[in-house]
């Protein structure tokens, strides 16, 4: 399975070729999966290199770093962040929460300093010169928090990611296609109303691109975005499912907008984090993405996101930065994904139903 993931990584999603930088990144514990990149990286021609991410390390550094040190802006970082052609980003846990007990101002400091790093992503990423895409390695501590078994945590991990499939590629054609035509249905939308429990918001998207996440960013993918208008949001959302940002859980989060800025904010856990998350610059309080999810391999919530925005049958809203590709223009150092079911839940495309109980209406794709 690994090796037939190192393909689709190498093959499908980022088309490594001779001479390309590569950078792969995770935790020790991917080390199976990273041989299997490094080996077809190699036989592809690319030169790879492994960045390895520990959460102690991480930790350490957040928990015993003067201010000084936090606002530190690394030119070396700078430099891979603008040079390397293709980015490989392996998420593999080992614990899930291991800032937890982190200020979380001592977060907002440091996603100040590195806000650069996220811009030159954002707009290597709308040009064109980089090639990257987030896939997950299955732990035992995502199984653990996903509330599985580390069996039944890897099979589903695998079949989300389709390589119970004979040709993964086939198939991961076959979803991209599916999701196309939802794409340009809504490219001709202008106003889209999202109507559930406790939810009742207006976004405009107007003029606004959307993007088939078809895997070749994320791994899996499944999910149609776009960049709402950043002044377009009125109404009021509440989100289902906890919302996880840097380990840290927030629950029922509840959001007020008006013209486009969250004027009020709530959680049942973690209201304290999230307000401050909200002060970390002037775009955080914006919407940077609107999503539906479209992977119907992915059925339940795992607090591991790159799986749970992909659910078939929600969709997500990120506070924060837009993909400049959307034509979005909100900036921030934070992009954050929270998620509703939408499976009991209706949109409303310039005033006409064309999704209900999580699925688009098949006689409006037609």
Not at 20 to 25: R, S
Not at 131 to 139: D, E, G, L, Q
Not at 227 to 235: F, I, L, N, T
Not at 263 to 277: H, P, Y
Request: aromatic share 10%.
């Amino acid at each position: 399975m690994l090796s037939k993931l190192a393909r689709l990584i190498t093959e499908y999603c980022t088309s490594v070729k001779s001479g390309d930088e590569v950078l792969i990144n995770s935790t020790h514990e991917a080390y199976a999966l990273v041989r299997e990149l490094w080996r077809e990286v190699v036989r592809r021609g690319g030169y790879p290199r492994w960045s390895i991410n520990d959460e102690v390390l991480n930790e350490i550094f957040y928990k015993y770093s003067a201010e000084e040190l936090l606002r530190y802006y690394s030119k070396i970082d700078e430099f891979i962040a603008e040079n390397v052609d293709v980015r490989i980003s392996v998420l593999s846990s080992t614990h899930s929460k291991y800032l937890v007990s982190v200020d979380p101002e001592r977060l907002k400091l440091r996603a100040q300093a590195t806000r650069k790093l996220s811009e030159i992503f954002m707009k290597r990423d709308s040009e064109g010169t980089l090639r990257w895409v987030v896939t997950a390695y299955p732990t035992r501590a995502m199984a653990q928090e996903a509330g599985m078994s580390p069996l039944e945590y890897e099979e589903f991990v695998f079949k989300s990611l389709k390589l119970y499939e004979d040709d993964p590629v086939s198939a991961w054609i076959n979803q991209a296609n599916t999701q196309q035509k939802i794409a340009d249905v809504l490219g001709k939308v202008s106003e889209l109303r999202i109507v559930s429990q406790d939810t009742d918001l207006l976004l405009r998207v107007d003029g606004r691109v959307w993007i088939n996440d078809d895997g070749k960013n994320n791994m899996p993918g499944g999910e149609v975005f776009t960049g709402p208008h950043e002044d377009s949001a009125e109404g009021v959302v509440k989100f289902d499912f906890p919302a996880v940002w840097r380990g840290v859980e927030v629950r029922n989060v509840k959001l007020v907008f008006s013209k486009g800025v969250v004027v009020e904010a709530d959680a049942e856990v973690g209201s304290e984090f999230l307000k401050k998350m909200l002060e970390t610059d002037e775009g955080a309080r914006r919407i940077g993405e609107l999503a539906f999810g479209l992977n119907y391999d992915i059925t339940r919530y795992t607090k591991e996101i790159l799986f749970d925005e992909k659910i078939g049958g929600t969709i997500h809203l990120a506070l924060g930065a837009s993909y400049i590709k959307t034509g979005g223009t909100n900036k921030s150092s934070i992009h954050w994904d929270l998620i509703k079911d939408m499976r009991k839940g209706k949109v409303f495309a310039d005033g006409e139903l064309i999704y209900e109980n999580g699925k688009f209406i098949m006689e409006v794709l037609k």
